[in-house]
């Protein structure tokens, strides 16, 4: 049972942060395409690990900075 709870919430984060990133795709920095918005938007968590400047555009769009 906890484990399927705590799957659930890993699912719910990431679309979570997939759809917020999405909504604000408009503030980043990024070049405004369909494939850029679906691309990033779905490798969200990796590039957030990884990537300083991706991380800085995800609070952007997650901010409204």
Do not use: D, H
Request: glycine fraction near 10%; charged fraction near 20%.
């Amino acid at each position: 049972m906890v484990v399927k709870l705590i799957i659930f919430g890993l699912i719910a984060g990431y679309v979570y942060g997939a759809w917020k990133f999405w909504k604000g795709f408009e503030r980043t920095n990024f070049r405004p395409s369909l494939t850029n918005r679906i691309g990033l938007a779905l490798l969200w968590p990796a590039l957030f690990a990884t990537n300083p400047s991706y991380r800085r555009n995800f609070r952007k769009a997650l901010k409204g900075q």
